[in-house]
């Protein structure tokens, strides 16, 4: 059974460096990704980044220049970091894997994390 | 970035009557291939998401056959054939045709 665990500071004061780690067990393969999706309060879903476990890396635009994702060699814990952290950065931040399903031809989210609340407050 | 509409925002409905909820994007969503890069997923109450359709109409695995995905191209639909009480939730659809992938507004289903 796949699973998937968020961890990190529930508390970051504005202007620092959230850190998230997200610990994978029961399913990582050459053929996943994994990714990180944040969702403000009472809104929805935002993409941030993805990290292949052939080290292919992808992130959004509008927060690339303040964000790093990446694994360890053994692609079971999958890290993110988001710097200069404002209140606009409080959200529940989920990872999932991404793997391409049967007859699929693209990743899909198979498998979600719980989600961790992050509240950027002094 | 490719704009994903939903509408419904908030759909009230009758157990056992079907509902639907639209999805358009902004550009086209199908590759030369005929494949629509669209998925669909499911946040019940104090859960995370989770897949149903991907390919805008394949259901995933262990998804019940009351829902259904259609659409092409940059308009799409989720069906529900009849609506059970663990239907509720936000229903969200998203683009993977173009990066960043991004989400529509997400379409709250509750039973009236």
């Known amino acids: 059974q796949v699973r998937l665990q968020a961890s990190g500071p529930g508390l970051v004061k504005p202007s620092e460096t959230l850190s998230l780690t997200c610990s994978v067990s029961g399913g990582s393969s050459s053929r996943h990704c994994w990714t990180w999706n944040r969702q403000p309060p009472g809104k929805g879903l935002e993409f941030i980044a993805y990290i292949c476990n052939d080290g292919n890396t992808n992130y959004n635009p509008s927060l690339e220049n303040r964000v790093t994702v990446s694994a360890d060699t053994s692609k079971t814990q999958i890290s993110l970091q988001v710097t200069s952290v404002t209140a606009a950065d409080t959200a529940v931040y989920y990872c999932?894997?991404?793997?391409?399903?049967?007859?699929?031809?693209?990743?899909?989210?198979?498998?979600w994390g719980q989600g961790i609340l992050v509240t950027v407050s002094p | 970035d490719i704009v994903m509409t939903q509408s419904p925002l908030s759909l009230p409905v009758t157990p056992g009557e079907p509902a639907s909820i639209s999805c358009r994007s902004s550009q086209s969503l199908q590759r030369s291939n005929g494949d629509n890069f669209l998925d669909w997923y499911l946040q019940k109450p104090g859960q995370s998401p989770q897949l149903l359709i991907y390919l805008g109409s394949t259901r995933a695995s262990g998804v019940p056959d009351r829902f259904s995905g259609s659409g092409s191209g940059t308009d799409f639909t989720l069906k529900i054939s009849r609506v059970e009480a663990e239907d509720v939730g936000v229903y969200y659809c998203?683009?993977?045709?173009?990066?960043?992938?991004?989400f529509g507004q997400g379409t709250r289903v509750e039973i009236k």
């Open positions: 998203m683009q993977a045709h173009q990066a960043p992938r991004t």
């Open positions: 999932a894997r991404l793997a391409i399903p049967p007859s699929g031809t693209y990743h899909v989210h198979d498998y």
